[in-house]
């Protein structure tokens, strides 16, 4: 085979390839094969349809396009090593001459991973701030405690305020008319928490147990609803009981009631202890990072816009899956926030600039320090997966290995370690 390269510019290169006759003629007589194995013909097995009726059914054109399928893709990674280009995106392919009697030649305009010009990464030094717990946020951690053990009781005869809850029967109308999904019974609304229409909450202030009222509301012109957004509404409503939080006192007898501690100090003592743990570990996280991003910053590079749009991609997706996992998706947060796909997209693009950034220069450190992944390192980072997943260690390398991962799971091991490199050397301020 023979390749012949034109850099168009820092990034683009067409690969030009020529593959000789004798393997064009085998790669078309393999895809006559594969078709005939396929196609139903009426008076022939599936197989043995002789060449010309295949094409005369078919038309030669659909012989040569899955020739081609067979011989392009190893001929292109061939030719990717032969000129030691490293892709990032699915080549553009252009066919120069493809017939049975002669060679093959074909284009392949090709977006090659950038060289990036490596900074200083050792030695960097980074400011460590430091992990400290005050009292205010250890009694806000114990309040919170209070609250979760709050009980809820009837307040008789008291006149609802905020914090309270309302617990009411209601129907909305629209016009006269009721309608869906406008209506509850023995609903718990607490009061101020913002769950319900803008000014619904407000006009129940003042109210009591066996009230009825109607509330008069406009639902936003951004309404998830889109026959209720904008439209002037009224709910019936009766409240059936107002009920509030009666929180325990903090002492020794609540601190008994809920745990192993049996005074307030030891109560708080492991807060205290606990807070201060979340603050080294966010510390250290925050070191961390900072000292990656020290070296990104030291390091030079000209990034294809397509590696930014591809991560940028993945950002989003990675997005979705999250608010899938919480109940949402996509196009519903889009709404909610009033948002497009266009202005996210801009949203992320210095995040993901870095990101791309981090990577090529990790990659780079990984190259400058030898650094490699032994099967115990892909062992190891397999039992992490397969803890999150709480599944067969076994059996989540099985589905890395069936889904061709390991060498993208190698990739980010390695990454870790050129990280690593960085963040051990770092000299703290």
């Known amino acids: 085979m023979k390749v012949t390269a034109e850099k168009l510019d820092a990034h683009k290169t067409v690969l030009e390839l020529e593959i000789p006759q ?15 194995g396929k196609v139903n013909i009426p008076g022939f097995r599936k197989g043995k349809v002789p060449r010309k009726v295949l094409e005369m059914r078919l038309g030669k054109d659909a012989l040569l396009d899955e020739a081609f399928d067979i011989i392009a893709p190893q001929a292109y990674i061939e030719a990717l090593k032969e000129q030691n280009i490293e892709p990032v995106a699915r080549p553009d392919l252009e066919v120069v001459t493809f017939t049975e009697d002669q060679p093959l030649v074909f284009k392949a305009t090709v977006i090659a991973k950038p060289e990036i010009t490596v900074g200083e990464y050792k030695g960097l030094k980074v400011e460590k ?46 016009d006269g008319e009721a309608f869906e999904g406008g209506g509850g019974k023995g609903y718990p609304l607490e009061i101020g928490a913002g769950a319900f229409i803008p000014g619904f909450e407000d006009q129940l202030i003042g109210a009591k147990a066996g009230d009825e009222l109607d509330v008069n509301v406009t639902f936003p012109e951004d309404y998830h609803a889109k026959p209720l957004a904008g439209k002037a509404a009224v709910f019936k409503v009766k409240v059936t009981d107002v009920k509030r939080k009666e929180i325990p006192d903090l002492d020794d007898e609540f601190v008994k009631d809920i745990g192993e501690f049996n005074t307030v100090e030891e109560l708080k003592a492991d807060v205290r202890n606990n807070l ?27 990034i294809p816009e397509v590696m930014v749009e591809s991560q940028i991609d993945h950002m989003i997706q990675d997005m979705d899956i999250r608010l899938q996992n919480s ?41 400058a320090e030898g650094l490699e992944a032994s099967v115990e390192d892909l062992d190891a980072e397999i039992a992490i997966m397969a803890a999150a997943y709480q599944a067969p260690a076994e059996e989540v390398k099985r589905i890395i290995i069936q889904e061709g991962r390991i060498e993208s799971l190698t990739k980010s091991i390695l990454r870790k370690k050129a990280a690593e490199v960085v963040i051990n050397s770092v000299v703290t301020e």
């Open 129 to 174: 701030p430091s992990a400290e717990v005050d009292e205010a946020e250890v009694d806000k951690q114990i309040d919170v405690l209070r609250n979760r053990h709050a009980k809820m009781v009837v307040a008789e005869n008291a006149v609802i305020a905020k914090g309270d809850f309302a617990i009411i029967d209601f129907e909305g109308f629209m």
């Open 22 to 36: 004798p393997e064009v003629a085998k790669a078309i007589n393999k895809a006559y094969q594969r078709l005939a």
């Open 327 to 367: 109940g949402m998706n996509l196009n519903r947060y889009l709404e909610f926030t009033n948002t497009t796909m266009e202005t996210m997209r801009e949203n992320y693009q210095e995040a993901a600039k870095n990101s791309v950034k981090t990577e090529l220069l990790l990659d780079a450190i990984v190259k």
């Open 276 to 302: 201060l743990k979340a603050a080294e570990d966010k510390v250290e996280r925050t070191l961390r990072a900072n000292a990656v991003q020290a070296a990104v910053d030291n390091a030079t590079v000209d």
